[in-house]
């Protein structure tokens, strides 16, 4: 049997490979060396580095010709152990250096960052040429270990093709955001990053309007930050984006919050196509406007998410205030808690949908997904998300009903229109699937 095995192509070998676990093919590399070196594609694909200690070890046990083959890297530097120790920004950003300076083939990557690396990190990027995928996290406290605009946005201008940039718990420089020295709320700010030498497309501005002038930027996500920079409405705008993902705030006002991410889409929205939003739109006054509000500009809208962070009592005048796009999807994301609540909104803009018959009021719309989750950093939930009875159900029943009358008094012309609840498996297990 071995004698055969050995006698197979190398294509045929690879073949097998590719179909093992990561176990499994750790195992089967000690056969022999050359099934070592075939192994090594499936075995180091996707590494996790979970912490400072993890990031160390791998740099010192694995040899560096195995760097090549990952293609998935997330690394965090947080320390398990002391987390204050002498030296940590330098040593860490050292070990960065080491890791991007040998991973020549990374496609998509994870930082997760206890407070900033050196700047001596940003020049190493400029050579990740098949990096398509980038985010960064800072995993540390804002106060005491903050991660700058403009380090983040000399990175990301940094990478060659980048397409997908993903940023959360970003600090604005105090280079970038004078106006919020010493006001309330008292926004923490990043000072001391002045050195960050100047980029070659951005020059000196680093802030983080600037990340619009990427030219190869498709998506943008920036999660728990703050986006009062009034050079979002006026930022040059290079990147024809097509997923928007804007968080807010936690130092602003719900307000606040939403100007901001009104200015944002005013400025890119014309070539947006899935937008997920994070702060409600509209107001009770317009809701029930047979004409509707001023329309946002997002003319190629395909996918809308709401996230738990939108208020059941203003999804109605929220999906109204974006009543002039071409949705096809509207994915609800909620608490358990608020599931018949939200249920009956949908309800209610779906009564709104009705009564405004031809207008061109969500023309397009043939999928509405409510999905359940425990916490904003958690996953949706799966077949057990709404309980079998109670309020919830016969809410969810009461939503899926009234589309089915809809449908069938031809008001609802698409036979395709489908409305789920806490996902599939969960609709399955509740008999909703229609």
Not at 341 to 353: K, P
Not at 422 to 429: E, L, R, V
Request: overall charge negative.
């Amino acid at each position: 049997m071995q004698s055969l095995w050995l006698s197979l192509p190398t294509e045929m070998k690879l073949a097998v490979i590719d179909l093992l676990e990561v176990e499994q093919a750790k195992t089967v590399a000690f056969v022999s060396r050359e099934m070592r070196q075939l192994c090594a594609t499936n075995i180091f694909q996707n590494v996790t580095l979970k912490s400072h200690e993890d990031l160390m070890s791998f740099l010192r046990d694995v040899p560096t010709s195995y760097y090549p083959f990952v293609r998935r890297l997330d690394v965090c530097t947080r320390s398990a152990g002391d987390r204050s120790f002498v030296g940590a920004a330098a040593t860490r950003t050292e070990a960065m250096i080491t890791l991007l300076s040998h991973c020549t083939h990374v496609e998509r990557l994870w930082l997760r960052l206890e407070g900033s690396l050196a700047k001596d990190v940003v020049p190493h990027f400029k050579s990740l040429w098949s990096l398509r995928g980038l985010s960064i996290q800072n995993c540390g406290d804002e106060a005491s270990t903050p991660i700058s605009e403009r380090f983040v946005v000399s990175v990301a201008a940094s990478v060659p093709r980048l397409e997908e940039l993903s940023l959360w718990h970003i600090s604005r420089s105090q280079m970038h955001a004078p106006e919020l020295i010493g006001a309330v709320p008292f926004v923490p700010l990043v000072r001391g990053d002045e050195d960050i030498e100047d980029h070659p497309l951005l020059g000196s501005e680093l802030s983080l309007p600037s990340l619009l002038r990427i030219p190869t930027l498709r998506k943008l996500v920036i999660r728990d930050t703050h986006l009062g920079d009034p050079r979002w409405a006026t930022a040059p705008v290079a990147c024809p984006l097509e997923v928007l993902d804007l968080g807010s705030s936690y130092h602003e006002t719900e307000e606040f919050n939403r100007l901001c991410t009104e200015r944002i889409i005013h400025n890119v929205g014309g070539t947006v196509d899935e937008f997920t939003l994070n702060t409600p739109f509209g107001s009770s006054e317009v809701s029930t406007s047979v004409t509707g509000p001023a329309q946002l500009p997002l003319k190629k809208l395909r996918k809308l998410h709401l996230t738990p962070l939108v208020p059941v009592d203003n999804v109605v005048d929220t999906l109204t205030t974006l009543g002039g796009s071409p949705i096809e999807r509207i994915s609800v994301q909620c608490f358990e808690y608020d599931v018949a609540d939200m249920c009956t909104a949908l309800q209610d803009f779906l009564a709104l949908r009705q009564q405004r018959g031809d207008s061109g009021f969500y023309a397009q719309l043939h999928e509405i997904c409510v999905t359940i989750t425990e916490s904003l950093d958690t996953p949706v939930l799966g077949a057990c998300a709404i309980p079998c009875g109670g309020p919830d159900v016969d809410a969810a029943m009461r939503l899926q009903e009234y589309c089915r009358d809809l449908l069938n008094q031809g008001i609802i012309d698409d036979a395709d229109f489908d409305c789920k609840v806490a996902g599939d498996a969960t609709a399955d297990k509740l008999g909703f699937d229609w």
